[in-house]
């Protein structure tokens, strides 16, 4: 056998190579081995938040300064709670709440607890007061009479009323919201007072009857 050239060796280790290299690219891929990927967790999604509106009448109503300024510490008091993503008021005085579902379900659960507050303590008054209120809370019809203590008064007259209009705005309604009342003596049954909470919500208890 004759010897080889050296250029023929030379191109002979070339295609030996090309083929061991074309040889570990099969058997990679053939093992299944793939190329690395970027591990690093993708961020979390941030909950959906909504904007509730408290209508800058209902606010003056139940306490605060009928002014900006009012609105403005309504703002804060429910941004420094620290159980709302933000809060602020808007130049018409109306406050807007900006909130997640969990976030208002948990204040929710806050104004269910004003209510049965006010209604524990003014049932235990006597075994003759009783109260009806309508399903979307905006009617409510009180059995009581003149000697109602000042603190159920409040509780029937002034808690419960807040509770469900608080309730009305932060289930995500829009609009004015009131509360219509009307007084029966627990003894009679014959209305003695008629108002809404809006407009009245001291009322005087002499008017009550025995």
Not at 79 to 90: L, R
Not at 160 to 188: A, C, E, L
Request: a positive charge; aromatic letters at 10%.
């Amino acid at each position: 056998m004759a010897p080889r050239h050296p250029q023929q060796k030379s191109r002979l280790r070339a295609a030996t190579t090309l083929l061991l290299a074309i040889l570990t690219m099969f058997l990679a891929t053939a093992c299944g081995t793939t190329p690395k990927t970027d591990t690093t967790p993708a961020p979390k999604p941030q909950p959906k938040t909504e904007k509730i509106t408290y209508p800058a009448q209902f606010l003056y109503t139940y306490g605060f300064e009928k002014d900006l300024n009012g609105s403005r510490k309504a703002a804060k008091e429910f941004k420094d709670s620290g159980e709302f993503t933000d809060a602020y008021a808007t130049k018409n005085g109306d406050v807007i709440v900006i909130a997640t579902e969990k976030q208002r379900q948990n204040r929710i659960k806050v104004y269910d607890k004003w209510i049965e507050q006010g209604e524990r303590g003014f049932q235990r008054e006597s075994p003759d007061y009783r109260y009806e209120i309508n399903q979307d809370g905006t009617a409510m019809t009180v059995w009581t009479d003149r000697h109602l203590s000042p603190k159920s008064s409040s509780g029937i007259f002034l808690l419960v009323p807040i509770g469900y209009g608080s309730k009305f705005y932060m289930t995500g309604h829009t609009g004015p919201w009131d509360m219509d009342i009307t007084i029966r003596n627990s003894h009679t049954s014959q209305q003695v007072g008629h108002f809404k909470a809006s407009q009245n919500i001291n009322p005087d208890m002499n008017t009550f009857g025995d």
